[in-house]
């Protein structure tokens, strides 16, 4: 069964709505010892690195994630600050440390001139370079996915592809890492195909 | 690159969808939930749904009208009318709202916007300004009254210092006129922030949008041609990308 973690720092309900809409079967979990049996995991993320990073710790799925993704490998998908938890550190609100899933810390989107603002907030496109990403399947590569941060991902890792978006410069905008995967965008925001993503994330992954 | 967000914009009176011309004269549009799904068929970048008598009667949105327009809506929704509380914005989001917008509540008292962005971050919280002209001078206008006092450059500084996420620009003088928008507005307040800016008000036609568009601002919230002629959300961003300007 599909586990959802709600960390209740943020709204998840559009994530669930999404999930409802497509038919797929779930469990919204806040204890974490209910991660047990969870055949893949969705880490919603709404709010800010630190204040969702401390709730991961005090909730015990700090701990539980470290088993179930390193040890039992169970596929984990991050949306947005559910995505920037898997790295090593963040610096929202604070330098505060992450999941350290994938070698990566997470720093403020920089406004190099006016045209470039921030929260970084809208449709964009994403290019995927010369990778093939499975979890895109279904969707045009010139599809607009909808993104809303102020910070962003910037990896160091060599086991993880990615794929990015274009405000200033290039983020990332998906990060693949074996059976790690996280969406800086919204796909429960992002029209038919976004909801294609998370339906390629259930039954591909 | 980041697109150019083409809105519709709905307002309320707590019951029924209506227009405004000039934030005075109203027509009836009967029922917002028609209306909303008729957007969220279109597959839009976004809505925006403001109750404007929420502040006057002081109450809040309807929150069965939000609850039933997000059940099937997989785009940004933006709500707003009568928003005083860190609990009001607690409710609405619960109910499906993905940010709020702020107007009567952060004039009367600017840390609110602060207050609101620190519990639910900035991304969520959009601030509104309605300006009108008055001798060449653009000015804050609020329920019916021009705020003395407080200039629109320094209202749109003390939004961002507070942590607004987003400015929504309202011309109360090209409301509902059609009549074109005001480029030299939506110019001032995109220059003047470095948050994402909606211009609203008059936007007459698919061509006038590209025309905003080119001012720099990130978004068209665009009512009334919608609802009064055949033109549609994406003839806008067609005309937006036929002129070299990146919309969805």
Redesign the interface.
């Known amino acids: 069964m599909l586990k959802i973690i709600d960390l209740k720092v ?2 998840i ?2 994530v669930v ?2 999930l409802d ?1 497509i038919g797929a079967e779930y469990e919204l979990i806040d204890d974490s010892q209910h991660l047990i049996g969870a055949s893949k995991i969705l880490l919603p993320g ?3 690195f630190d204040v969702a990073a401390k709730q991961l710790i005090a909730s015990g799925f700090y701990d539980a994630l470290q088993r179930s993704i390193l040890e039992e490998k169970i596929p984990i998908l991050g949306i947005c600050v559910g995505m920037q938890l898997l790295a090593k550190f963040g610096y929202e609100g604070g330098k505060s440390k992450g999941l350290g899933f994938i070698d990566a810390e997470v720093v403020k989107i920089e ?1 190099k001139d ?2 470039i ?9 994403i290019d995927y370079g010369l990778n093939t990403f499975e979890i895109f399947d279904g969707n045009d590569n010139d599809g ?1 996915y ?5 910070y962003h991902m910037v990896s160091e890792d060599q086991d993880a592809v990615t794929a990015t978006v ?2 200033g410069a290039d983020m990332i905008a998906y990060i693949n890492k074996g059976h790690i995967y996280g969406a800086q965008f919204h796909p ?5 195909v ?2 294609q993503f998370l339906r390629n994330f259930i039954v591909q992954c | ?5 083409i809105i519709p914009i709905v307002l309320l009176d707590g019951f029924s969808v209506l227009k405004t011309i000039n934030f005075k004269t109203r027509r009836n549009l009967g029922s917002p939930i028609t209306v909303l799904r008729t957007y969220n068929t279109r ?1 839009v ?1 976004e809505l925006i749904l403001l109750d404007i008598d929420a502040t006057i009667q002081n109450r809040a949105v309807d929150k069965f009208t939000i609850a039933d327009v ?3 809506c ?3 929704l933006t709500v707003g009318g009568g928003i005083k509380t860190v609990e009001d914005i607690r409710d609405l ?2 109910k ?1 709202a ?1 940010k709020v917008s702020i107007n009567s509540a952060a004039i009367k008292n600017p840390t609110f916007i602060n207050e609101a962005a620190s519990q ?4 969520c919280i959009v601030v509104s300004i309605d300006v009108v002209k008055v001798d060449e001078i653009y000015k804050i206008y609020n329920n019916g009254t021009i705020i003395e006092g407080l200039s629109l450059s320094e209202w749109i500084n003390q939004i961002e210092l507070e942590g607004a ?2 400015i929504l620009i309202n011309s109360v003088d090209k409301d509902g006129t059609m009549a074109g928008a005001d480029i030299e507005l939506a110019s001032l307040v995109s ?1 003047k922030s ?3 800016v909606i211009y609203v008000g008059g936007i007459s036609s698919p061509s006038n949008a590209t025309e905003v568009a080119k001012t ?1 601002v ?2 068209l919230g665009i009512s009334s041609i919608f609802h009064f002629s055949n033109i549609t959300p994406k003839e806008c961003s067609d005309n937006l990308n036929e002129n070299g300007i990146l919309a ?1």
Not at chain 1, 117 to 125: D, I, K, T
Not at chain 1, 146 to 150: G, P, Q
């Open positions: 943020g709204n309900g559009s709505k999404a809409y709404v709010g800010s406004c006016d045209t603002r921030v929260p970084h907030m809208g449709w964009n496109s607009c909808y993104f809303v941060h102020s274009q405000h429960e925001k992002s029209q038919a976004g909801l | 690159m980041l697109r150019k967000r597959n970048d997000a059940k099937d997989f785009m940004p989001l619960s499906g993905d639910f971050g900035s991304q996420g987003e220059s470095k948050l994402p720099g990130s978004g969805r």
